[in-house]
Each structure stands twice: as structure tokens, then as C-alpha cells.
């Protein structure tokens, strides 16, 4: 007997995988900076996703690889046009929590058809961001239960 866990106890151990436990660091980029600037942000971070904050470090958009690529192709201004301009915005931000269940925040990944969310945690102000949740976690999530339950 290995010590792992039974098959039968591997969805009741999906449903208690949280966010906080396969989440990675988020890459900020504040609203001003520039299109040309936030693409050479996401090589230098090796990230597919951008958070767009305001000067409260609070969540106002964000940016895909294809919000960056469309702009490229639609001008020659890079250095000159600002990410608030092209970035999708609050409140149309799909997010979620440290303490969210990774099964709910998958779902909510399929459902609007995005790379990622912010992890976030609400105040009053604002949404401050505490993580970044991608396809990737969510496949890691889904090895981690493999190597649970020796499946
Ligand atoms: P790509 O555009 O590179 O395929 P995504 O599928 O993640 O990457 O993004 C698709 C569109 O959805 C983009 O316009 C992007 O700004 C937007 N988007 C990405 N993540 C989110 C999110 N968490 N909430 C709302 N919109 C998002």
C-alpha cells in the first residue's frame, strides 16, 4: 500500500483545491504606460497577461497578448498610445479570490473564454490584486491530483 489516497476520494479532493494554492505572481502595469512599453513588459516577464492598476495600485483593466497584437497591426503610434485606451475594463474584469474553490474559478476561466483572472481581494476602494490564476495553474492543479491518488 502506497499511502495515497483511493480514487474514491479523488473528487472530493478536487473540490477542496483552492486558488491560493496554485496561484502565480501577478505582472502590474500602471494605466499610463504605453502600448509599446507594455509589450515589452510581457517578454520581460514571460507572462501572456497584463493587470492595468491606477495610481491606488487598484485593478482598472487588463491586457491580453491580442489586445497587444490587434493595436500593433492598427498603428504606428506604439510609443505613443497609453493601455487605458485598448485594455478591457472594470467592471467587465472576470476575478477571483485566494479563498475561491480552483473548481469555481476554472469555470469562470471556460465561461468567459480567458486566459486568466486577477486575483484579488476587495475592499472597500477597490479591487487590490494579489495573484494571477492561468490555464496553467489549472493543469498543474489537475497533475497535483494525479500524483495524490497515483491515477
Ligand atoms: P488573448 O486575447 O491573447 O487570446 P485572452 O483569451 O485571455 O487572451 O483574452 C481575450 C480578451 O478578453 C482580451 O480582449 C482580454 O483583454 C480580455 N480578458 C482577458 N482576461 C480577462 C478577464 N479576466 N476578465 C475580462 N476580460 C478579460
Same mark, same amino acid.
Given at each position: 500500500y502506497?499511502?495515497?489516497?483511493?480514487?474514491?476520494t479523488?473528487?472530493?479532493?478536487? &473540490?477542496n483545491?483552492?486558488?491560493?494554492?496554485f496561484?502565480? /505572481? !501577478?505582472?502590474?502595469?500602471s494605466?499610463?504606460?504605453?502600448?509599446?512599453?507594455?509589450?515589452? =513588459? /510581457?517578454? /520581460?516577464?514571460?507572462?501572456?497577461?497584463?493587470?492595468?492598476?491606477?495610481?491606488?495600485?487598484?485593478? =482598472?483593466?487588463?491586457?491580453?497578448?491580442?489586445?497587444?497584437?490587434?493595436?500593433?497591426?492598427?498603428? =504606428?503610434?506604439?510609443?505613443? @498610445? !497609453?493601455?487605458?485606451?485598448? &485594455? #478591457?475594463r472594470?467592471p467587465? @474584469? +472576470?476575478?477571483?479570490?485566494?479563498? *475561491?474553490?480552483?473548481?469555481v +474559478? +476554472?469555470?469562470? /476561466?471556460i465561461?468567459?473564454?480567458? *486566459?486568466?483572472l486577477?486575483?484579488?481581494?476587495?475592499? *472597500?476602494?477597490?479591487?487590490?490584486i494579489v495573484?494571477?490564476? #492561468?490555464? #496553467?495553474?489549472? #493543469?498543474k +492543479?489537475?497533475?497535483?491530483?494525479?500524483?495524490?491518488?497515483?491515477?
Open positions: 502506497s499511502g495515497k489516497k483511493t480514487i474514491t479523488a473528487s472530493e479532493s478536487m &473540490m483545491l483552492k486558488v491560493k494554492d496561484q502565480s /505572481l !501577478p505582472v502590474v502595469v494605466e499610463n504606460m504605453t502600448v509599446y512599453d507594455a509589450i515589452v =513588459q /510581457l517578454f /520581460l516577464e514571460d507572462v501572456g497577461t497584463l493587470f492595468v492598476v491606477d495610481e491606488h495600485s487598484f485593478l =482598472q483593466g487588463v491586457l491580453s497578448r491580442k489586445d497587444l497584437l490587434r493595436t500593433s497591426l492598427g498603428t =504606428q503610434e506604439l510609443t505613443k @498610445i !497609453p493601455v487605458h485606451i485598448i &485594455m #478591457t472594470m467587465n @474584469i +472576470a476575478y477571483c479570490k485566494k479563498s *475561491d474553490s480552483l473548481i +474559478a +476554472a469555470k469562470k /476561466l465561461e468567459r473564454q480567458v *486566459d486568466s486577477p486575483v484579488v481581494n476587495e475592499t *472597500d476602494k477597490g479591487l487590490e495573484g494571477r490564476l #492561468t490555464k #496553467t495553474n489549472i #493543469t +492543479a489537475f497533475i497535483s491530483l494525479a500524483e495524490t491518488h497515483d491515477l
